[in-house]
């Protein structure tokens, strides 16, 4: 009792009963159709912030800061006149600042924070330099 299915590979399906198959017609359309997909997928994709470390906006630099109102100034000002001139907030977080480049810091974390956030690690450099934290 051996019930055995055979499968006559030249027989055309019922839906297409004697139809010839046109490759490059097919080939069109299934290229047709991954154009249009490739195009709403660029259409709808949201482009990063930055599209390498180097090529975000870099922030004011603390020697450009100091430049800016003279160095007798500069040493007179206090930290966070020193802050907004690199025109940042005065009320951010100085501990993270110190640390990130103060004595004893942890060269991960900054390597870290500059792989997710090169603009952010830019700027808590130069505040570091700006507040004279770099080894203290």
């Given at each position: ?10 027989e055309q399906?019922p ?14 359309q299934?290229?047709?159709?991954r ?8 259409a709808?994709?949201i ?6 470390p180097?090529?975000?906006?870099r ?10 109102v003279?160095l007798?100034r ?5 930290n ?6 690199l ?15 103060g004595?004893?810091?942890d060269p991960r974390?900054?390597a870290?924070?500059?792989?997710s956030?090169?603009v ?6 130069e505040?570091?330099?700006a507040l ?5």
């Amino acid at each position: 009792m051996s019930d055995e299915i055979k499968i006559d590979l030249n027989e055309q399906t019922p839906e297409q009963p004697n139809a010839t198959i046109d490759y490059a017609e097919l080939y069109k359309q299934e290229r047709q159709r991954r154009e249009d997909l490739e195009a709403t997928l660029a259409a709808a994709r949201i482009q990063p912030t930055q599209q390498a470390p180097g090529a975000d906006i870099r922030p004011k630099t603390f020697e450009q800061a100091r430049a800016q109102v003279g160095l007798a100034r500069w040493h007179r000002m206090s930290n966070s006149e020193k802050l907004i001139s690199l025109g940042q907030s005065p009320e951010q977080d100085l501990g993270f600042v110190r640390q990130l480049w103060g004595k004893g810091a942890d060269p991960r974390l900054s390597a870290d924070l500059f792989k997710s956030n090169p603009v952010k690690y830019r700027q808590t450099r130069e505040a570091a330099h700006a507040l004279d934290y770099f080894g203290r």
